[in-house]
């Protein structure tokens, strides 16, 4: 077979790459078919395949086509694009598709042993009875033994550290309820519970794999954004040429080209050239600084004026990056251990519903009625009292919450996150890019007249500048359509230039170089200055004062000056914290939290990584770095701060539905329990009673479609 | 009471047939883009006219 291969083939196959693009403007159909015949055309590439959930393309190329090559192809089809790195959040992936696999085979075997009880239920005796419960067990011993591994062997783990979860009651009950009915199938005895075991088992795994899917979801849609700091760079070669190269291949003292509006990979000093740089992700300073030659530049940092060569001095670990990396580890190694809802209720459960069987199990004894007669009761109460509709009562609502929240835009990573976001009681706001937008935008459109407006808006969207594109996403944003026109032209660290209806018009940087983010339209002879500067985030206010009447009273902790700090903090009525290094920040949160506090910690950059991993509870904007999106536990996406609001409204409807399908499940056992204990319970009673208390906990969790309201 | 030994083994033959084909679709990454599945259908073909004409010619 493989000879018959011919040999290009086989070598092309294993010399091809594979990389994974962010594509976050596909809409359609049409988007797909362009964007994957579009890339099959270019000669070097294998395959490229959409995936249109995730909107990610995956291209199969030769290994000669550079990742930033495929990125300029994707632009070029008119799609803005990010190239994606391995995605760090990936790892249990495959999880999920194990615990489907097992609701799969559950659900298979609980069908056809349904299709069995359901004929001795309604009155076959004898041997018609023996067979049907022969084949019954025939059907359920393989598939408890695939579906119910998760439960065995995490109960199997607890017990190993001598602690018990809500897996233990879980595996005792169905292993002992498969026994005895294996025992009453041979001595061809009346009841048998493969259906009930088995019925336990589908619904269980259901509640774990809505668990599962809500957390795959959130993170793929966090990986999406990931990807935003450079993963590589234009390296100098020793004939002139830049190539591009991934940051882990980047090796100190290689020259780095940076474009303006581009982030670094690695630390350096600057060789050749003068720009501003924008620190806000390091540091939380909102104002670039300018650099010139002999500077110190880090990682991270975005270079915004002027295209500058970095000699590179250190790489990966070494960077400063890494510090705050270091920094973070032991940051959430402190990091209070929450223990889930779910797992609390079971420290409670488990030790009742066990003494309980054994208590109707030794009472039967002393009242007569035999050891296989008491068993089978005391077997009926671990089945009728085993947690299922409590397995299924939490992740239900959880999942139906996080949908809710992620149609508004909020990302919420584990269900975990939803419970301490509910218990939160004060909120830390980091300045720069949390509660400011982190990118410059225009104080007062209302100076320039509609047609200024229309070739400002041009201008603007022909540069990646972000002064430039901070503009032209509030031009569009106020509805302005953009002018036509023609022999666009970009000179860095200068402006764009272009000719409209034979006038020549600019956009370009502002008569006094320096930090001052201001940008000067000119128009024939006509200049207008447009004074830009970071805006608070629409709704800031608003979102504060919602937090402040769930109880949440607000403060800022930045990096930033003091005189940066203060308008900011004066404008919203609350305290700051300024000239915040990252290790300050997780001190002051440390401080609260031995106070008693449960802190909902805001921030993006990544000097606020550290206090995002040690805060009881974080939310991330989806403009932040890739740290401080890894580290937090939610990610809001859009541009107004109301979503953190709504995300603590939401986490806290949940926990009331949870506790309602709590109490519902009490009310249930209260109800069947003592049913149980009389011996009246027979398979038929526990299918119906486990099913209907099913379905009632996951109607109420329904109800949670409108929590982010 | 004959009936059964060809019912069930019908019934417990085909359930295995549906998982089976579940685990595959799984294995195949039938599952991984469900949103863009739906759009997919919609994309118009492009060779197809071509093939057509190949089928005129042969009939």
């Known amino acids: 077979m493989n000879a018959a291969m011919p040999l290009h083939d086989a070598a092309e196959k294993a010399v091809c790459e594979d990389s994974r693009f962010a594509v976050p403007t596909m809409r359609c159909a049409g988007c797909i078919s362009k964007i994957e015949r579009g890339l099959s055309e270019i000669p070097g590439v294998a395959a490229a395949r959409v995936n249109f959930s995730a909107k990610q393309v995956a291209v199969s190329h030769a290994p000669e086509l550079t990742e930033d090559r495929i990125l300029r192809a994707i632009e070029k089809l008119g799609f803005e694009a990010q190239i994606l790195s391995e995605n760090p959040l990936a790892e249990d992936r495959g999880d999920t598709a194990r615990l489907l696999r097992a609701l799969a085979v559950a659900g298979f075997g609980m069908m056809n042993i349904m299709l069995l009880s359901v004929s001795v239920w309604s009155g076959a005796v004898g041997v018609t009875r023996d067979l049907f419960h022969m084949l019954s067990a025939l059907i359920a011993i393989p598939v408890i033994a695939y579906s119910g591994r998760p439960f065995f062997a995490s109960a199997a783990m607890a017990l190993r550290y001598g602690r018990t979860n809500m897996d233990v009651p879980i595996s005792i009950g169905i292993i002992l309820a498969t026994a005895l009915s294996l025992y009453e199938t041979i001595t061809s005895g009346p009841h048998a519970y493969f259906d009930g075991a088995v019925m336990l088992l589908f619904f269980l795994l259901a509640g774990r794999v809505l668990d599962g899917m809500m957390r795959d979801r959130a993170r793929e849609g966090i990986s999406a954004l990931l990807g935003k700091t450079a993963p590589g760079a234009m390296v100098v070669q020793g004939d002139g040429t830049a190539v591009w190269t991934k940051a882990a291949d980047i090796q100190p003292d290689m020259v780095m080209l940076v474009a303006a509006g581009e982030s670094l990979a690695a630390d350096g000093v600057i060789e050749q050239g003068k720009s501003g740089f924008d620190m806000s992700m390091l540091t939380g300073e909102s104002d670039p600084q300018v650099l010139g030659e002999g500077d110190t530049v880090l990682a991270g940092t975005m270079n915004m004026d002027a295209p500058v060569q970095v000699r590179v001095t250190a790489t990966g670990g070494d960077t400063s990056i890494a510090d705050i990396a270091r920094l973070m580890d032991e940051a959430g190694q402190h990091r209070s251990f929450h223990v889930r809802i779910a797992d609390r209720a079971a420290r409670y459960y488990a030790p009742a519903v066990h003494s309980l069987a054994l208590l109707a199990f030794i009472g039967w004894m002393i009242a007569g009625a035999g050891w296989h007669q008491s068993l089978l009761i005391a077997v009926a109460v671990l089945i009728i009292t085993c947690p299922c509709a409590l397995g299924l009562a939490v992740p239900a609502a959880q999942v139906v919450a996080s949908g809710a929240l992620m149609r508004k835009g909020v990302l919420i990573k584990d269900g975990s996150a939803l419970e301490r976001l509910a218990e939160a009681d004060r909120v830390l706001f980091d300045k720069t890019g949390t509660l400011t937008m982190g990118q410059p935008r225009p104080i007062d459109l209302d100076k320039l007249s509609l047609t200024e407006k229309t070739v400002a808006l041009a201008l603007a969207q022909s540069s990646r500048h972000p002064v430039s594109q901070g503009l032209a996403r509030a031009l569009v944003h106020e509805g302005i359509a953009p002018a036509k026109i023609n022999n666009v032209q970009e000179v860095a660290g200068k402006g764009v230039s272009a000719i409209w209806e034979d006038i020549p018009v600019q956009l370009g940087r502002a008569g006094q170089a320096g930090a001052h983010i201001s940008a000067a339209l000119t128009i024939g002879d006509d200049a207008q200055l447009v004074e830009m500067t970071d805006m608070l985030r629409p709704d800031t206010r608003a979102a504060i004062a919602e937090l402040a009447q769930l109880g949440l009273s607000a403060s800022i902790v930045s990096g930033d000056r003091t005189e940066a700090v203060s308008p900011v903090a004066k404008e919203l009525g609350i305290i700051a914290q300024a000239n915040a290094r990252p290790e300050d920040k997780v001190e002051t949160i440390k401080r609260l939290g031995a106070a008693g506090h449960k802190l909902l910690m805001v921030g993006d950059g990544l000097n606020d990584g550290p206090a995002l991993a040690a805060a009881y509870v974080s939310i991330a904007p989806g403009s932040a770095s890739d740290v401080g999106q890894q580290a937090a536990d939610a990610v809001f996406t859009s541009d107004s701060l109301m979503p953190v609001a709504l995300a603590v409204k939401a986490a806290r409807r949940t926990g009331k539905v949870v506790r309602q399908n709590f109490a519902l499940a009490i009310g249930y056992n209260i109800f069947a329990v003592p049913l149980a204990l009389a011996g009246m319970v027979t398979p038929l009673i526990a299918a119906i009673a486990m099913s209907l208390s099913s379905l009632i906990v996951v109607g109420n969790a329904l109800r949670l479609r409108g929590a982010a309201k | ?59």
């Open chain 2, 1 to 59: 009471m004959s009936g059964l030994a060809i019912l069930i083994p019908i019934a417990l033959l085909m359930g295995l047939c549906g998982l089976g084909f579940f685990f595959w679709a799984m294995r195949n990454g039938q599952f991984e883009d469900l949103e863009g599945a739906s759009h997919r259908v919609l994309i118009d073909d492009e060779d197809e006219p071509e093939e057509r004409e190949d089928y005129s010619a042969e009939t």
